[in-house]
C-alpha cells in the first residue's frame, strides 16, 4: 500500500507550486488525463509520472517504491544502466579522439 495518494500528491504539489492543469501536463499527456489522474480515476504510468514530477521541480526517484510496480522498475533500472554506459562510451570517445589529435 503506498504512503500517499499520487491524485493528492500531484494535485497538491501543482497548485502550491502555481501551475493550472494546462501548464502542468503540456506535452506530456492530455488535460483529461491529468484531470482523472488528480481525481483518482486512473494511476499514471511511471513514464507520466516521472515527466510530471520533473516539471514541478520535483525528484521523482523519491516516490518511486510508491508509484511503480516492480516490472516497471526493472525498466528504470535498464534505462539507468544504458544511460551510463552510452555517457561512459561518449567520454571514452572524446578522450580517445583528443589523445589522435595530439
Known amino acids: 500500500m503506498s504512503l500517499f495518494r499520487v491524485d493528492t500528491l500531484i494535485k497538491e504539489l501543482r497548485i502550491s507550486k502555481g501551475f493550472t492543469q494546462d501548464q502542468l501536463c503540456e506535452g ?6 491529468l ?18 514530477m520533473q516539471r514541478l521541480g520535483e525528484d521523482p526517484r523519491k516516490y ?4 511503480i510496480t516492480m516490472s516497471e522498475m526493472r525498466v528504470i533500472n535498464i534505462k539507468h544502466r544504458l544511460s551510463v554506459l552510452m555517457h561512459d ?3 571514452s570517445g572524446k578522450s580517445e579522439a583528443e589523445h589522435k589529435a595530439r
Open 28 to 33: 506530456i499527456c492530455a488535460k483529461d488525463s
Open 35 to 52: 484531470s482523472r489522474i488528480e481525481r483518482g480515476l486512473r494511476r499514471p504510468d511511471w513514464y507520466i509520472f516521472e515527466r510530471l
Open 64 to 67: 518511486y517504491s510508491d508509484i
Open 89 to 91: 562510451d561518449s567520454e
